[in-house]
């Protein structure tokens, strides 16, 4: 795959445009991330000096979209208009990449949460035939990420099986966040090395990872607000090792600690991917 960006990046979030524009914007050294991702939702239709502000880093570094609310999976119909308008905001910004949950937000009003799809044939071809719909109004490829899930109502298929199924029906792509992987395996039962060897490696345009949060023995919280694990970071060395070393971005949406702490994340991530490219590539 010929990747939309590339190297270790980071999420520009609001609670760190202070840091980064004292820190990175003015500084002549090395940047210390290669890209960024934004949530477009958060930025469509903003103007004046925000708009500015954004303008600065989509002008100096690549940039990525992840939204939030498209809500794939919803028996909604579709926001169309929402798609349009990620459209329009990433012809405006040069957005490399657009990538959406693999989930759904919104059933006759907005749930304020990413709700698990039941792990269906159905359903898979339900929301296959969604994201084929949003590729052709984008008019380009829409990348899906697996979730993380405390239940799995409905379920008829593993959930690995469940991913590769929407991913060949809807010719989309995948974001692969190791940490979700990772949560998921422990929360359901399952093996999280086999279940990133089973993803197609020609699909995965990019990766993710975070922290989370052990609410008890049996339980594991995504919460983007605390480091990574070193469990984690173990399992990103192996996705590496297994499909190669794919452009990965450090997500922290809130409880942010100096941003010195983040990019030293942001650092970890590129030395695990020098690793195992001098380690001599994939398996």
């Not at 708009?51 to 794939?72: I, M, Q």
């Not at 039941?118 to 490829?141: F, K, N, S």
């Not at 829409?142 to 690995?160: R, W």
């Not at 942001?266 to 590539?281: C, D, L, M, T």
């Amino acid at each position: 795959m010929n990747f939309p960006v590339m190297g270790a990046g980071l999420g520009l979030r609001r609670g760190l445009l202070n840091e980064l524009e004292s820190q990175v914007l003015t500084s002549t050294d090395p940047a210390p991330f290669d890209f960024l991702e934004l949530t477009p939702e958060n930025w469509i239709g903003v103007g004046g000096r925000n708009a500015r502000r954004l303008r600065a880093f989509t002008e100096r570094f690549p940039t990525t979209c992840h939204g939030l609310s498209l809500s794939l999976g919803s028996p909604d119909p579709l926001d169309e208009s929402l798609v349009l308008a990620v459209r329009d905001f990433m012809q405006e910004h040069d957005v490399r990449m657009y990538s959406e949950h693999l989930s759904f937000c919104s059933a006759g009003g907005h749930l304020y949460d990413l709700m698990p799809i039941p792990y269906t044939p159905e359903a898979a071809r339900y929301v296959a035939e969604r994201i084929v719909r949003v590729q052709d109004l984008l008019g380009r490829r829409l990348v899906i990420e697996n979730v993380s899930t405390y239940a799995e109502p409905g379920k008829q298929m593993d959930e690995a099986d469940f991913v590769r199924e929407v991913l060949t029906l809807a010719d989309c792509d995948l974001l692969l966040d190791v940490n979700n992987v990772y949560v998921n395996c422990h929360n359901h039962g399952g093996d999280p090395r086999a279940w990133i060897a089973t993803m197609p490696t020609a699909r995965i345009a990019g990766m993710h990872i975070a922290g989370h949060y052990q609410e008890s023995p049996q339980i594991l919280i995504d919460t983007h607000g605390r480091p990574v694990k070193e469990d984690v970071w173990h399992l990103l060395e192996y996705a590496y090792q297994t499909h190669g070393v794919i452009p990965t971005l450090l997500e922290r949406d809130f409880n942010f600690p100096p941003l010195r702490e983040l990019l030293d994340e942001v650092s970890h991530i590129r030395n695990i991917q020098h690793k195992v490219s001098v380690g001599g590539g994939h398996e």
